[in-house]
C-alpha cells in the first residue's frame, strides 16, 4: 500500500504554491510518459462512461498504472455510483486516486472509505447553477478532493465530464470559498484561457483533456503550452 500511500500525500500537499496539473484521457503509457515529462502531477485513466471521450479497457489502465509507478498520482475516473462495484475496479486496477464523476449517497462513500481507505476519493460537482455550491459542501464531508466540471448528469444520455465546456467560474469561486478541501478546476480549459481561469478561481488544481489533443492524441506542444501557463500564474 506505501506507493499508493506516498503519491496521494503528493497529490495533495498543502504549504505549495505550485499549481497540481492533471491531464486527463491518458490512453497509452506514451501519453502517460509524455505527460509527465511536460510537468503533469496527475494522469486521468478514463473507464467505461455513458458518453465523452477518453474511455480505454480497464485492463489498459492498470497497464499505464503498473508502468506509471510512483512517478505522479494515477486517477481513475469511473461512473460507478455503488461502492461494491468501485471497490472491485480499484481492486483490479489499484489507482492513486478515484474520480467520481457521478453522486454517491452517503452510504456509499462510507462503505467505499472503509474498503479502501488508502485510495483518494475525488468528488466531480458539475456546475451548472448556484445550487452546486450547496452540492458540493453536502459531499465535502465524505472526500478528500473536489473536482469542478461541466457535465450534465440530468441529460437524457448523462454528459460526466469531456465536454470540452467553460462553466460559470463565478460559481466555481464560490465552492472554492465555501469548501476547504483542495479543489481543481476542469471544463473547457486549453493553454489560451488557464491563466484566466486560475485568476478567477484560485483552484488548488486545473484538469485537461481536449486543450491539450490534436485529433484526439495527446499534443506534446499543447500539453508543454497549457502546463506552462498554469505554472506562470502567480
Known sequence: MRPRADAKAALL?????????????????EEAD???????????????????????????IASIVRHVGTRAATVLLTAQQHA????DQLDRIRPTVVQLVDEL???????????????????VIHVRDARSVNEAARVAPFVDAILLDSGNPTAAVKELGGTGRVHDWTISRAIRDVVSLPLFLAGGL????????????????????????????????????FIGAARKVP
Open 190 to 225: 486549453r493553454a489560451t484561457n488557464v491563466a484566466e481561469a486560475i485568476a478567477a478561481v484560485r483552484p488548488f488544481g486545473v484538469d485537461v483533456c481536449s486543450g491539450v489533443r490534436t485529433d484526439g492524441q495527446l499534443d506534446h506542444d499543447a500539453v508543454h503550452a
Open 13 to 29: 500537499r498543502s504549504g505549495s504554491e505550485t499549481i497540481r496539473v492533471k491531464v486527463c484521457c491518458i490512453a497509452s503509457t
Open 84 to 87: 461494491a462495484g468501485i471497490a
Open 34 to 60: 509524455l505527460a509527465i515529462a511536460a510537468g503533469a502531477d496527475a494522469l486521468g485513466l478514463v473507464s467505461a462512461m455513458p458518453s465523452g471521450p477518453g474511455p480505454i479497457p480497464e485492463s489498459d
Open 105 to 123: 449517497t452517503e452510504h456509499e462513500y462510507v462503505a467505499l472509505r472503509a474498503a479502501h481507505p488508502e485510495v483518494v476519493l475525488m468528488q
